[in-house]
């Protein structure tokens, strides 16, 4: 009568290579879908932030006679000099100012990073508004305020806003903004002078309709110029 063994079979190196390259080509499938929900995931928060801070700020044009902040911190949100959008206007939170494709650390003081900036020709006087609202020509072309870095968005390095100090935003998308934040550097969302928010493409400049182009014509295509 043959004694019966007590140790269980040990898996063979070919086996554990052969699982282990299983799982490898499993997660290899599975990641490129993790990331796209990640991605649309902050495009989404991106685009409620724009519409948060432009409701925002079409509250406090009704209150002045559409006349944007005279500071140099666009959108207003510092807490001195005039009276501005933060806190009266969009609640006591500056999260609201920060993309979620800035990757600095948030917070609530002067110093709490502030991701996008208005279209630097709503108060130039030409080509421009000089800050009067009300004289926008074509407001559901014309883009208001956008996402604001230098360089890869993808660098937290490249977004350099803060509450205390908010840049304009360029007309053409600013200097150093050579990708979007979005699929792969060719989108990015942008809140125009309707409010209504929109993902656009990104560049090239020489494409009407496209984020950093400054010359559409005829209207009806995505352009900078609020007199157009």
Known sequence: MTKASHFARAFTLIEVIVVLAIIVIMMAMVYPAYTTISERAKATKDMSNLRQV??????YLNDKDEILPVINAAPGIGTDLNPVIYPRYIGKTRKVFQSPFDKRAGGETDNAPVSYGINQNMYTASPGIAGNMGKVVSPASTIFM?????????????????????????????????????????????????????TVAFGPATTNGTFKDTTSNPLGLKHWDPTQ
């Not at 060719?186 to 125009?192: E, K, P, S």
């Open 146 to 198: 956008a996402p604001n870095y230098s360089g890869n968005p993808a660098v937290s390095t490249s977004w350099t806003g803060i509450a205390t100090s908010v840049p304009n935003l360029a007309a053409g998308g600013g200097a150093g903004m050579a990708i979007g934040p979005q699929r792969n550097g060719t989108q990015i969302n942008a809140l125009f002078c309707d409010l209504h928010v929109e």
């Open 54 to 59: 432009g409701m925002a700020i079409q509250t």
